[in-house]
């Protein structure tokens, strides 16, 4: 039997979690489970959804990084463990196993990737550094949401852990997108001290959100406008178009804008967040995995330019994070449908993904047509 690479196990596995995750909304009221949907729904999207597509990447990618050996199948079997465990854990009432489970999905991944840096044969990425920091946040985070530190856990485990790795990850995968060089990793090594600092920087400020201080959203928001004009240099022209760079581009549109709403309107700031959550996780998840399913599957990368699904599906996940923005701040009677919306808009776009891109990840490419 072929052995497949971790990808072609955990996307799956993360597409079928972000299709339940909002699924749960529109049956909520049949009487299927005991749990409040919103505690299930936030639990498959970052447990199952997220960290599926998370692990799936880096126990691909981490050995790539650093020229050591790929996964090996106990590894797997243990992650493919520990993730199912997440799933069935997002359904209890109590949310403490699901978070003592979490932090050994963390603990895992750390020992996955630190026994791999220290055999390296090449250069760490100038983004590991992000990397290291999302899984301290994500540990804290876990940690706090453990002990009943709602505000905290939300904004270090469900924020910090996985805009660190867009952060980071962002710095090459724009240009990659763009076809155009990822000039801030070609520079030299002294010169990268400000990418860190920005790191360390965005993680000292969700620390402070959490802890209730407002000015701290204000700093988020020019902190990762900096990301975005020096580091990944969104305003770069470029001749080659497709909705994945699109796809980016929302993604960074919408990172300084949620916090900046939260800063203008604290006490809305879960529906401000639901703009990064959709539009640039959920958006930057499938991006991602777009990439790595055609870079990997030897398909040709020119399906994503010529992919009209794909931009079917960016312009699903946009009106998905709008119609969930206003839920949050429109009354009833429209308010009780736009959830709803919301959901529907995010199927289909998961569905259109689905339609390219499902088979691609088990099935070796034979075939360059578009979808």
Known sequence: MRKLAPYQI???????????????????????FDAPAMLIHSKLIIGGFLWSFIVGFLMTAIPKMTGTASAKRGEVAIAVLLI??????????????????????????????????????RALPVFFSHMVLAMVLALGGAA???????????????VGTILLLILGIGTRFFSFLSGLPSEFEGMPIRRQWVFHLLGLLVAAQ??????GIRAAYLGLFV??????????????????TSSLKAAVRIVAFMIPLSFLLCWIEPAQFLTWLHLLFIGCFGMMTYAVATRVTLAHGAY???????SRSLWVFVAMLSLSAVA???????????????????????????????????RRIIVPGDQVQAC
């Not at 706090?144 to 469900?158: P, S, T, Y």
């Open 10 to 32: 955990f996307f799956p596995i993360g597409v079928l979690c972000s299709a339940l995750a909002i699924g749960v909304w529109l049956v909520q009221n049949l009487g299927w």
């Open 84 to 121: 199912a465990l997440q799933i069935v854990f997002s359904w209890f009432v109590d949310g403490r196993p699901f978070y003592l489970g979490q932090m050994l999905v963390v603990l895992f991944v750390m020992v996955f990737a630190g026994r791999r840096v220290l055999k390296r044969t």
């Open 144 to 158: 706090a949401l453990f002990q009943g530190e709602r505000m905290m856990g939300i904004h270090l485990f469900h």
């Open 206 to 211: 969700l620390v402070l959100a959490g802890a």
């Open 223 to 240: 902190t990762t406008l900096l990301y975005l004009l020096m580091v990944w240099k969104v305003l770069r022209r470029s001749e080659r």
């Open 300 to 306: 040709s990368t020119d399906l994503e330019i010529r």
């Open 324 to 358: 969930r923005m206003l839920y949050g701040v429109v009354d009833e009677p429209v308010k009780a449908h736009l959830l709803h919306v919301a959901a529907m808009f995010w199927l289909l776009a998961v569905g259109c993904w689905c339609y390219s891109f499902a």
